[in-house]
């Protein structure tokens, strides 16, 4: 089955520490994205890729990077310069959107994390 | 930056009953989508209305596209309980499948 697949389920961060969220898609997708959701909210970007060895910044990617050395993978790191990090993040895979006929995102089911 | 609101921010129904959640959006769009989300789960793509587009079913779902008053809505007919979920608008402006979502609505369907 084909999908997406973000680890941990849960993850603790203690302060001035560095953690790193893993996206791994077996869609053969081109683009990627990372969103971050606090409760009760919509989801913000925070960063994404269309190719692999190319990404961009979207709303809130101050205190965060990525890399995207591989097309199935996407791993997203929260720096210890993100000061509220508390959050569910989410990784989403899609075709190229091509010409403004837009593709569907497809979701992994999330990354808890939590300040100890 | 939020480009879409959702409209009622939760909504409590019985079964059988239909669902219609409203989108507002603040500039001009390429496509507009739509998505559920169950709790503590990430989400699931129910439909993309493009820009010229008016409506489009799927199923029980029937999406409208208002481009003059930059507005779309959602119904969902005869809603069943397993329909309980937070539904997201979601709008791409700038081409790359970049998408901003919406504040959702909280949907509850009850037996």
């Known amino acids: 089955d084909g999908g997406i697949t973000q680890s941990p389920k849960y993850l603790f961060r203690k302060e001035g520490q560095n953690v790193t969220l893993s996206c791994e898609q077996n869609?053969?997708?081109?683009?990627m994205y990372w969103y971050r959701q606090d409760p009760g909210q919509g989801l913000r970007l925070i960063y994404y890729?269309?190719?692999?060895?190319?990404?961009q910044k979207g709303d809130i990617a101050e205190g965060y990077s990525v890399s995207r050395e591989k097309k199935e993978s996407f791993p997203l790191t929260v720096t210890s310069a993100q000061k509220n990090p508390t959050a569910f993040y989410l990784c989403?895979?899609?075709?190229?959107?091509?010409?403004?006929?837009?593709?569907?995102?497809?979701f992994g089911d999330g990354t808890r994390l939590s300040i100890l | 930056s939020q480009q879409g609101e959702e409209d009622p921010q939760a909504l409590s129904i019985q079964e059988g009953e239909n669902a219609t959640m409203n989108c507002s959006y603040k500039?001009?769009?390429?496509?507009l989508q739509w998505y559920r989300q169950n709790s503590g789960r990430g989400l699931v793509h129910l439909i993309l209305?493009?820009?010229?587009?008016r409506e489009k079913h799927s199923g029980r779902l029937r999406v409208t596209l208002d481009t003059s008053k930059k507005s779309s809505s959602l119904l969902i007919t005869a809603s069943r309980a397993a329909d309980t979920a937070s539904y997201f608008c979601?709008?791409?402006?700038?081409?790359?499948?970049?998408?901003?979502f919406g504040t959702g609505t909280q949907l509850k369907v009850e037996l």
């Open positions: 500039t001009s769009i390429n496509n």
């Open positions: 979601a709008t791409e402006t700038g081409g790359g499948n970049k998408l901003t």
């Open positions: 869609l053969n997708h081109d683009a």
């Open positions: 989403a895979s899609s075709a190229p959107g091509t010409g403004g006929f837009g593709q569907p995102q497809h």
């Open positions: 209305i493009r820009s010229n587009e």
């Open positions: 890729s269309q190719i692999v060895n190319d990404f």
